[in-house]
């Protein structure tokens, strides 16, 4: 069965620091991918997205991510963090001949001033 | 503001009641989502409509829960005779596909739920 883990429940990192969020995933075919922000009390908003081509997809608020087939990965990249990127943040597989996304349980970032 | 919608934010319920929570996705889509989230997890799935066709249930939605989406607009989950243990934010998503599989679903604010 298809499934997404976020090996990190919590990470921090200093304002201006440089940001790695990791995720794998499980599945049978060719994934779609996503990863996914929720603020407290918010819903989630959409960051990135991969179906196909790049492996490295750009996202809003100077986020990236990498596919890595090899690695089974799609971790979530962004050079500089600011105080409002502490969120929580989720990483999601699909594919092209099912309905649902899969999520994962989230990485709750924290930003040191 | 064309986004999806849900009402009402917050619920505070005693246990036993019924509740109904209401979801009106972007105006073009056809896929509907309801997802549930409890505190340190991510969503879980709960059922999906195309159009007006609900497609498919998890096993997570008991008897209790009631999805409807009449028009193949707006959607309703109703929860009766709530349990402690329904306590969560339900989310509503929506998305645009043609056919088969999947796309981007975007995602409305949410429904707190709290039974007493």
């Known amino acids: 069965a298809q499934s997404v883990t976020q090996p990190d429940i919590h990470i921090t990192v200093s304002e201006g620091a440089s940001l790695e969020l990791r995720c794998n995933y499980s599945?049978?075919?060719?994934?779609?991918l996503f990863w996914y922000v929720q603020s407290p009390g918010q819903g989630l908003q959409l960051l990135l997205k991969?179906?196909?081509?790049?492996?490295l997809v750009q996202g809003i608020k100077g986020f990236e991510a990498e596919f890595k087939r090899s690695q089974s990965s799609f971790n979530l990249r962004k050079p500089s963090v600011h105080w409002s990127d502490a969120a929580e943040y989720f990483c999601?597989?699909?594919?092209?001949?099912?309905?649902?996304?899969?999520f994962g349980k989230g990485t709750r970032l924290h930003i040191l001033p | 503001d064309t986004g999806v919608s849900q009402d009402p934010r917050h619920k505070i319920t005693k246990r036993g009641q019924n509740v109904t929570f209401r979801c009106d996705p972007i105006?073009?889509?056809?896929?509907l989502y309801w997802y549930r989230q409890t505190l340190g997890q991510g969503p879980e799935f709960l059922t999906y409509?195309?159009?007006?066709?609900?497609?498919?249930k998890s096993r997570l939605l008991s008897d209790r829960f009631s999805a409807e989406r009449p028009k193949g607009s707006f959607s309703t989950l109703e929860i009766q005779r709530t349990e402690q243990g329904d306590s969560a934010m339900y989310l509503c998503?929506?998305?645009?596909?043609?056919?088969?599989?999947?796309?981007?679903?975007?995602f409305g604010p949410g429904t707190r739920l709290t039974v007493l």
């Open positions: 998503a929506s998305s645009l596909v043609r056919g088969r599989g999947t796309d981007t679903q975007y």
């Open positions: 991969y179906f196909s081509g790049d492996t």
């Open positions: 105006s073009e889509h056809n896929r």
């Open positions: 999601a597989v699909g594919a092209y001949r099912d309905d649902k996304i899969i």
């Open positions: 409509f195309q159009n007006e066709a609900q497609l498919e």
């Open positions: 599945y049978g075919a060719t994934p779609y």
